[in-house]
């Protein structure tokens, strides 16, 4: 199982940090990925990181501003966003997958519940 953690009301320009904790699982055998759904829209992709978290790949609409990273020690990967913006709200998503990295949602193999971002301008 995974549980997506650490959302919240935040001002724009703010940052927080999500979590995203497996159980039943070592996330260290797996790609993870984060995704967003803003209400009406189709899931987005976010960020992914690979096993051993040298490799990163991130949408166009976050570079700069998101980082990920992965603490296997833990069994949790992270999502660091700063400078939000108001169209960075969405339920957001970690998702694991075997071998290599995807932007694709349809690539991932596990999902966990999410949690909401809000971001106020």
């Known amino acids: 199982q995974l549980q997506a953690s650490g959302g919240g009301l935040v001002q724009a320009g703010g940052s927080l940090r999500l979590s995203c904790a497996a159980s039943?699982?070592?996330?260290?055998?797996?790609?993870m990925g984060w995704f967003r759904q803003a209400p009406g829209k189709e899931r987005e992709f976010v960020a992914a990181?690979?096993?051993?978290?040298?490799?990163?790949d991130y949408a166009d609409s976050v570079k700069g501003r998101f980082t990920a990273s992965r603490g296997n020690a833990k069994n949790t990967v992270y999502l660091r966003m700063n400078s939000l913006k108001p169209e960075d709200t969405a339920v957001y998503y970690c998702?694991?997958?075997?071998?290599?990295?995807?932007?694709?949602?349809?690539?991932?193999?596990?999902w966990g519940q999410g949690t909401l971002v809000t971001v106020s301008s």
């Open positions: 039943g699982r070592t996330i260290g055998t797996y790609v």
């Open positions: 998702a694991a997958r075997h071998n290599t990295l995807s932007s694709s949602w349809d690539a991932y193999d596990y």
């Open positions: 990181i690979s096993r051993n978290g040298h490799s990163t």
